[in-house]
């Protein structure tokens, strides 16, 4: 607010950015890049099938949303990556409380998960197809797989890095198990809890990508591998325009939830 | 002698290190009444800390007695209240939140001796910052409380105030004086500074390293409120510090295996 009021004041070139509203400068480059690119297709500088214009871009995806095609591919998205997500967060979260509760648990578990870790996921699709064959369950299985890793290799480091000398502390006020689980071990590791959530949350919409383009009839990912057989170039940008709005809100929804959670935090905030 | 909250005798404690053993704590007795404010002073590595660990239970492996209204300290527990140099807050929970910590502030009678003791402590108007928000003296007042909520037999303060500066330590004294008057809490302090420990303390421990042992027990015949100005407590002082001085020499004939 005051950085407008100087701006108000005296800057006229050098300032010229604290003139528009802080909310929009973020969108600043990315409608600069349409602006040239809408130009450009204008006047015929790249050919519509390998860079369709913004406008017609805009206008399939209104048709797509009329005939309800979009609706359709995007719900079982959707259901896809949120089980996914849900089932693979939840186990990360509850082996990454016992590894990073328990000496037992860490020595048992942990070195076995740590290699599962290393393997590249993607290697495992034929696996999966063999065994579980095309259809949901091994999706939903390769995308619980993905999300799983970040919240529990997160979760197991936030619980380690919880300082001792308040663990002190609960010893002395006779802290029950519970009480040192949910009043001091789970707020205390939930700045990595969340980070792990986040992360977790990019990797399964990654692969249900993947999954979406090895044999299905419906999702966002079927639609632009099916686009694409037909050379619709615009709506594979629509599809992929989707991810990112999708995407981006589902990531802004977990940082809501830093932002609420993690008030009390005392760290550079730049 | 049936009045003794706190009785220690023949406690010696021993620490491995990779050279062999170092002797922290050798034929250490103190008896302590019940809301007797006991300062201990010493230099550092002269197992005043260490002393203070057992006594809450925070530190095992000794040998001799150690008993807390008669019974055997059998680890940490909220019989004994601790005020660690740093005030170890919760960051995550207000100020209110901090010194109810595993207590319901949902319970009328939690909140009420919570209510009271922002009063007790000067916090009023902060009960819903943060830690990060407080000051070190602010925050060390919260631990404070947190601890006096849990009505400990004895507040176990290791040096509290060490970390202040001058003005906020002698007014943080006059709380925990302030305290003690009002809820008869026994107090065992232990500190490196000699006004604090005449200022403060009923009966003055002194205790000198290598081994870790209680060289001296001075009362201290003053009523509160002390001036530190005046010639009686100067004259204290100077008791006390007497009691360092004697001791430099042979510091080394004892520690000479280390």
């Known amino acids: 607010m005051s950085e407008q009021a100087v701006g108000t004041n005296k800057g006229h070139d050098r300032d010229w950015l604290s003139r528009i509203p802080k909310g929009i400068h973020g969108w600043l480059v990315p409608l600069a890049i349409v602006a040239v690119w809408e130009a450009a297709a204008a006047l015929d500088l790249i050919s519509a099938a390998t860079l369709p214009a913004p406008s017609i871009i805009i206008g399939q995806f209104f048709s797509l949303i009329a005939s309800g095609e979009l609706f359709e591919h995007l719900g079982i998205s959707a259901y896809r990556a949120g089980l996914g997500f849900l089932l693979g967060a939840a186990a990360g979260l509850l082996l990454g409380l016992s590894t990073g509760l328990g000496k037992l648990a860490e020595r048992t578990l942990d070195p076995s998960l740590q290699m599962l870790r290393t393997i590249p996921l993607l290697s495992l699709i034929p696996l999966f197809i063999l065994w579980f064959g095309v259809g949901e369950f091994s999706k939903i299985l390769m995308i619980g797989l993905g999300a799983f890793f970040p919240v529990y290799v997160n979760t197991f480091l936030g619980i380690r890095n919880v300082d001792s000398k308040l663990i002190e502390v609960s010893r002395i006020f006779q802290y029950s198990r519970w009480q040192l689980l949910g009043k001091m071990i789970i707020p205390a590791a939930l700045p990595n809890i969340l980070l792990g959530l986040r992360l977790s949350l990019g990797v399964a919409w990654l692969v249900l990508v993947v999954a979406e383009m090895m044999g299905t009839s419906a999702g966002v990912g079927y639609m632009i591998q099916d686009a694409r057989a037909y050379s619709q170039t615009d709506k594979v940008f629509v599809g992929i325009s989707i991810f990112a709005i999708v995407g981006k809100l589902s990531d802004s929804a977990v940082r809501l939830l830093e932002k609420r959670w993690l008030r009390w935090r005392d760290t550079f905030k730049g | 002698m049936a009045t003794e909250m706190l009785t220690i005798d023949n406690l010696n404690k021993t620490f491995a290190v990779p050279s062999g053993d170092v002797v922290a704590l050798h034929n250490i007795g103190l008896k302590v009444k019940k809301g007797e404010f006991i300062t201990i002073i010493g230099p550092s590595g002269c197992g005043k800390s260490t002393l203070l660990k057992i006594v809450a239970g925070l530190d095992t492996g000794y040998s001799g007695t150690v008993l807390l209204n008669g019974k055997e300290i059998e680890g940490p527990s909220i019989e004994k209240g601790f005020i660690f140099q740093e005030p170890r807050l919760f960051p995550w929970m207000t100020v209110e939140g901090n010194i109810a910590a595993n207590l319901s502030l949902k319970n009328p009678e939690v909140r009420k001796k919570v209510d009271e003791l922002i009063e007790l402590v000067r916090l009023k108007g902060f009960e819903k910052s943060y830690p990060r928000e407080l000051s070190g003296g602010m925050a060390q007042r919260v631990s404070i409380a947190r601890a006096l909520l849990r009505n400990p037999d004895v507040l176990l303060l290791d ?54 042992h209680i060289r001296n027990i001075l009362p201290i015949d003053l009523p509160f409120p002390r001036k530190r100005t005046g010639s009686a407590f100067q004259e204290l002082r100077r008791l006390v510090l007497n009691e360092f001085e004697k001791v430099e020499e042979p510091l080394f004939e004892i520690g000479a295996g280390i």
Do not use: C, Y
Not at chain 2, 164 to 181: G, K, N
């Open chain 2, 159 to 212: 040096e509290p105030f060490g970390a202040l500066d001058a003005f906020t330590r002698s007014h943080l004294q006059e709380v925990l004086l302030d305290i003690w008057q009002t809820n008869k809490t026994t107090m065992l302090f232990v500190t490196h500074d000699l006004d604090e420990a005449v200022f403060l303390g009923e009966r003055v421990v002194i205790m000198n390293p290598r081994p870790g």
